[in-house]
Structure formats: structure tokens, C-alpha cells
């Protein structure tokens, strides 16, 4: 397993940009798929974006389409969200997590299939 720790959160006012990062530690960075989700108050945590082992393929929830980028270096050993136009909805924790797939274009969706996860980063859009 890797080991993640996020950050980059904070607080921004509506309709500005924050980008997150998450270093990883431990081997075979490039063997794992990476995802972002988040967890609002009251809320289930939810996926928001991932990207494939290589870099190559990435997937984002319909809420943050064209509005967040999920990005990754597989020499420095991080991945990245950025995160542009935000609105108080996007106001959450966001956890990276990490997913061993054998799969070079796989981008996994759900929790389960991941296998490591960091401590999460609050997000906080408000005026």
C-alpha cells in the first residue's frame, strides 16, 4: 500500500480556485489508479474525479465536469485536483485515494476499489 497525505484546501470565495495535492509514499507509486472524493457535512462521501495508473484516462462526477482537473506525476509521486469556479456546494472534506489495478486505462468510481486513503482536506466556498 501507499501512503497519502493531502493538501492545498482552504477557504475561497465563490467562483475562485484552489488546486489539491496528495504526495504518496511507499513503492510502486505508478501501479496504482488515482481518485478524489469528498464528504460534506450530513452527507455520504461521494467520488469526484480519477485518473488511470498512467495518467492517460480520467474520469469526473457530472457536479464538477469542466470545472475541476484531475492531473498526477508519476516521477514526483503526487496527484493533483484542480479545482476552478467553485460554488458553496463544493464545500466538502476531499480525501485522494489509491487503487492497485493491474489495468493501465482503468479509472476507478467507487470507494471499495481503492485500497489506501489519505487524512482529507477541508474546502470551504464562501463569501
Known amino acids: 500500500q501507499v501512503q497519502l497525505v493531502e493538501s492545498g484546501g482552504g477557504l475561497v470565495q465563490p467562483g475562485g480556485s484552489l488546486r489539491l495535492s496528495c504526495a504518496a509514499s511507499?513503492?510502486?507509486?505508478?501501479?496504482?489508479?488515482m481518485g478524489w472524493f469528498r464528504q460534506a457535512p450530513g452527507k455520504e462521501r461521494e467520488f469526484v474525479a480519477a485518473?488511470?495508473?498512467?495518467?492517460?484516462?480520467?474520469v469526473y462526477a457530472d457536479s464538477v465536469k469542466g470545472r475541476f482537473t484531475i492531473s498526477r506525476d508519476n516521477v514526483k509521486n503526487m496527484a493533483y485536483l484542480q479545482m476552478d469556479s467553485l460554488k458553496p456546494e463544493d464545500t466538502a472534506v476531499y480525501y485522494c485515494?489509491?487503487?492497485?489495478?493491474?489495468?493501465?486505462?482503468?479509472?476507478?468510481?467507487?470507494?471499495?476499489?481503492?485500497?489506501?486513503w489519505g487524512q482529507g482536506t477541508q474546502v470551504t466556498v464562501s463569501s
Open positions: 485518473v488511470s495508473k498512467g495518467g492517460g484516462n480520467t
Open positions: 485515494a489509491a487503487g492497485r489495478t493491474s489495468y493501465t486505462f482503468v479509472v476507478p468510481q467507487t470507494d471499495l476499489e481503492y485500497d489506501s
Open positions: 511507499g513503492r510502486a507509486f505508478g501501479n496504482y489508479a
